[in-house]
């Protein structure tokens, strides 16, 4: 391939000789024991990989996409977008000077390789486990970790801070950020982008599009276009043209919107061009000899910069690369075993409600934010795509797209997890509660997520929908009441919301019919004495465990707001001690309203409330953050029997009365 080649391209082309011997290396399933990995065990710093011959680095890819397969693979996790990323991962570490140069990544999924170089490859066995490593950057977990994420579309905006910070201390390092094709359809990632251009800051801004369908335009043009348009020299002649035509009258204009139209034709960055960066590519974010020689042109370029980058997500994993989708993220691989029959997830009973009321009313209109499969929209979207709207990842949009089709007469039902309808918080109010709008939210991942840790958690949606005017906000305590409750908020005329949890439940039957609930009316579960629960929401089993451990009350709530008072004040009429349990914050969650009823009634019966505490609940397994927050079984009767105790102590009650529950 090399011959006839002249010197001085010829360490490119053994660069390229090497790349497409690596493109050739394919996986087909994940490892199960630890890979040799020789060059990867020599780098457990980013100054040790920059010491590596840059013809040693299409190895390292190599070896470093083999050691994410296995170590993924030991964990669980997200997959896709880490071994889309291998190459950029590599390049920016090996030419930035980390972490002094600031290298801010977008949404986390994609920066296990970036972790693996960074000091923690001997540690991702612990990923996502109870005291190990984050799912995501995090600030205190390394240096590198620049800027802890989660949610999609930050990266552009904290990458502009600390460019503004870097000049305004005076300071010369490099800032760049990495967001994904996805984070893109944020309007943040837009305004970030629209400031950065504004204040003419130096920063660079990566695009890694894993979106197949414009992998057309990556090629020897557009790679040719990218090594000019980057070069130094390119942005030296442009310059020195301007000062020049500056002084012909129109003549800088019409050379600008000449070079501007010509670019436009062959290159898909106008629209970053319009907005005042400066565009780079399409380029094949494989190719690391490219990767690196264009990077390398643009890091020390003044102003704000855009370097467009095709990446395949799974890239070398075979599996992978043919559904993205399905390996978004993995769970860790388990040993063969014989497998007792898998209960529908809470998405599922959503997903199949979704598709039997859209079936009997055809005003009902389903909308997500990008979570068509988390959310289980597919069998609606697939059987009713002109009433099916994915907003992409835009929050906000997604809520007022749904104040309008309210406005006119359709029942729109807003598919959302917990933690991200937080970014529409003022369209929730301010767009849909104000005005009284018929929208119904089904709320996924109320609760903690386990592994996945505090940015992902649903632990504060109870909160502050409460405090909303008129909006019914519903905790099913099991699958079915879930079904019930989604027919009786869609039914409901106004806003009103459902949250249930991640993952399965305690696999009741589930009716097929649509019936509602009547609005604000808990049930008794279980008749006991002394103590009542308040249980709201899924963590009903443990309470009913709890109960026959302490021959307790158990009453199933239902309802957050509105509360049932007259079954509250039943319970404090006719029980020595009120135990709220919920799988949210206690500050200001559905315990407070019990409180505040109470208080109103001026009943002065002792209250507990259990939920999560006031702080970040890190990863871990569901189970253990359950017990973490004395929400498991143990907690609950620890829990009542400590405030149990205080409660004789300073009465008549004989102790023995405290030992018999």
């Not at 950020?177 to 003419?200: C, F, P, R």
């Not at 009284?436 to 505090?454: H, N, Q, S, T």
Request: aromatic share 6%.
């Amino acid at each position: 391939m090399c011959d006839a080649i002249p010197v001085g391209l010829g360490v490119q082309c053994q660069l390229a000789d090497l790349a497409q011997t690596y493109y050739e290396h394919m996986f087909h399933e994940i490892p199960k024991t630890r890979p040799d990995t020789p060059l990867l065990n020599q780098v457990n710093d980013p100054k040790q990989l920059r010491a590596l011959n840059e013809s040693q680095l299409p190895e390292l890819a190599r070896e470093l996409r083999e050691y994410l397969l296995y170590s993924v693979g030991q964990t669980g996790g997200h997959f896709g977008a880490g071994l889309g990323v291998v190459e950029l991962t590599i390049a920016l570490h090996y030419l930035l000077d980390t972490p002094e140069d600031r290298l801010v990544w977008d949404v986390g999924h994609q920066t296990y390789p970036h972790k693996i170089l960074t000091g923690r490859r001997e540690l991702m066995p612990t990923l996502r486990q109870k005291d190990g490593l984050a799912a995501f950057p995090k600030r205190d977990e390394s240096p590198f970790d620049t800027f802890g994420v989660g949610h999609s579309s930050t990266s552009i905006s904290a990458a502009l801070g600390m460019a503004i910070a870097a000049a305004a201390k005076g300071e010369k390092r490099r800032t760049v950020a990495v967001i994904g094709d996805g984070a893109l359809t944020a309007g943040m990632a837009y305004e970030a982008m629209n400031h950065a251009a504004d204040l003419k800051a130096n920063m660079l801004v990566i695009l890694n599009d894993n979106d197949m369908s414009i992998s057309r335009s990556v090629g020897g043009l557009s790679n040719y276009l990218a090594k000019v348009l980057s070069s130094r020299t390119y942005h030296h002649i442009r310059e020195g043209s301007k000062k020049v035509l500056n002084v012909i009258p129109h003549a800088w204009e019409l050379a600008r919107r000449t070079e501007e139209h010509v670019k436009g034709m062959v290159i898909p960055g106008t629209l970053f061009e319009e907005m005042g960066f400066n565009y780079i590519g399409p380029i094949d974010g494989h190719d690391l000899p490219m990767l690196i020689h264009t990077l390398k042109n643009m890091m020390d370029l003044d102003g704000p910069h855009f370097l467009h980058v095709v990446t395949r997500k799974g890239k070398g994993f075979i599996p992978a690369e043919q559904d993205p989708i399905g390996y978004h993220a993995i769970t860790k691989l388990e040993p063969c075993a014989t497998k007792s029959p898998s209960k529908p997830k809470y998405a599922n009973v959503f997903g199949q409600w979704l598709y039997d009321m859209a079936s009997v009313d055809p005003r009902l209109m389903g909308i997500t934010p990008a979570m068509k499969e988390g959310s289980d929209l597919i069998r609606f979207a697939d059987h009713f795509p002109e009433r099916y709207f994915d907003a992409a990842i835009a929050e906000q949009h997604c809520v007022t797209l749904a104040a309008g089709m309210a406005c006119e007469g359709l029942k729109p039902v807003v598919a959302i997890y917990s933690t991200f309808l937080q970014r529409a918080y003022d369209q929730l109010i301010h767009d849909v509660a104000v005005q009284k709008l018929d929208v119904l939210f089904a709320i996924d991942r109320g609760g903690m997520v386990g592994e996945d840790g505090p940015t992902h958690g649903g632990c504060y949606d109870i909160a502050y929908l409460r405090c909303i005017p008129e909006m019914v906000v519903m905790t099913p305590g099991d699958e079915n009441e879930t079904r019930q409750l989604l027919c009786t908020g869609y039914l409901h005329n106004g806003p009103a919301s459902v949250r249930y949890p991640r993952g399965s439940g305690m696999g009741v039957e589930i009716c097929t019919d649509l019936e509602p609930l009547p609005i604000g009316k808990g049930e008794i579960r279980r008749h006991g004495s002394r103590v009542a629960l308040l249980v709201f929401g899924t963590v009903l089993g443990n309470a009913l465990a709890a109960a026959e451990v302490l021959d307790a009350t158990v009453a199933n709530m239902r309802f957050v707001k509105p509360l049932d008072e007259a079954l509250v004040k039943q319970l404090a009429d006719s029980h020595e001690l009120l135990v709220t349990i919920e799988e949210g914050c206690v500050a200001g969650g559905a315990g407070s309203g019990v409180m505040e009823y109470l208080q109103h009634q001026e009943m002065l019966v002792p209250v507990v409330s259990l939920g999560i505490p006031d702080t970040y609940i890190e990863a871990a397994s569901h189970q253990e953050q359950l017990a973490q927050c004395g929400l498991d079984k143990d907690g609950i009767v620890r829990s009542v029997r400590d405030r149990m105790r205080r409660i004789v102590a300073k009465s008549t009650i004989p102790d023995e009365a405290v030992t018999a529950i």
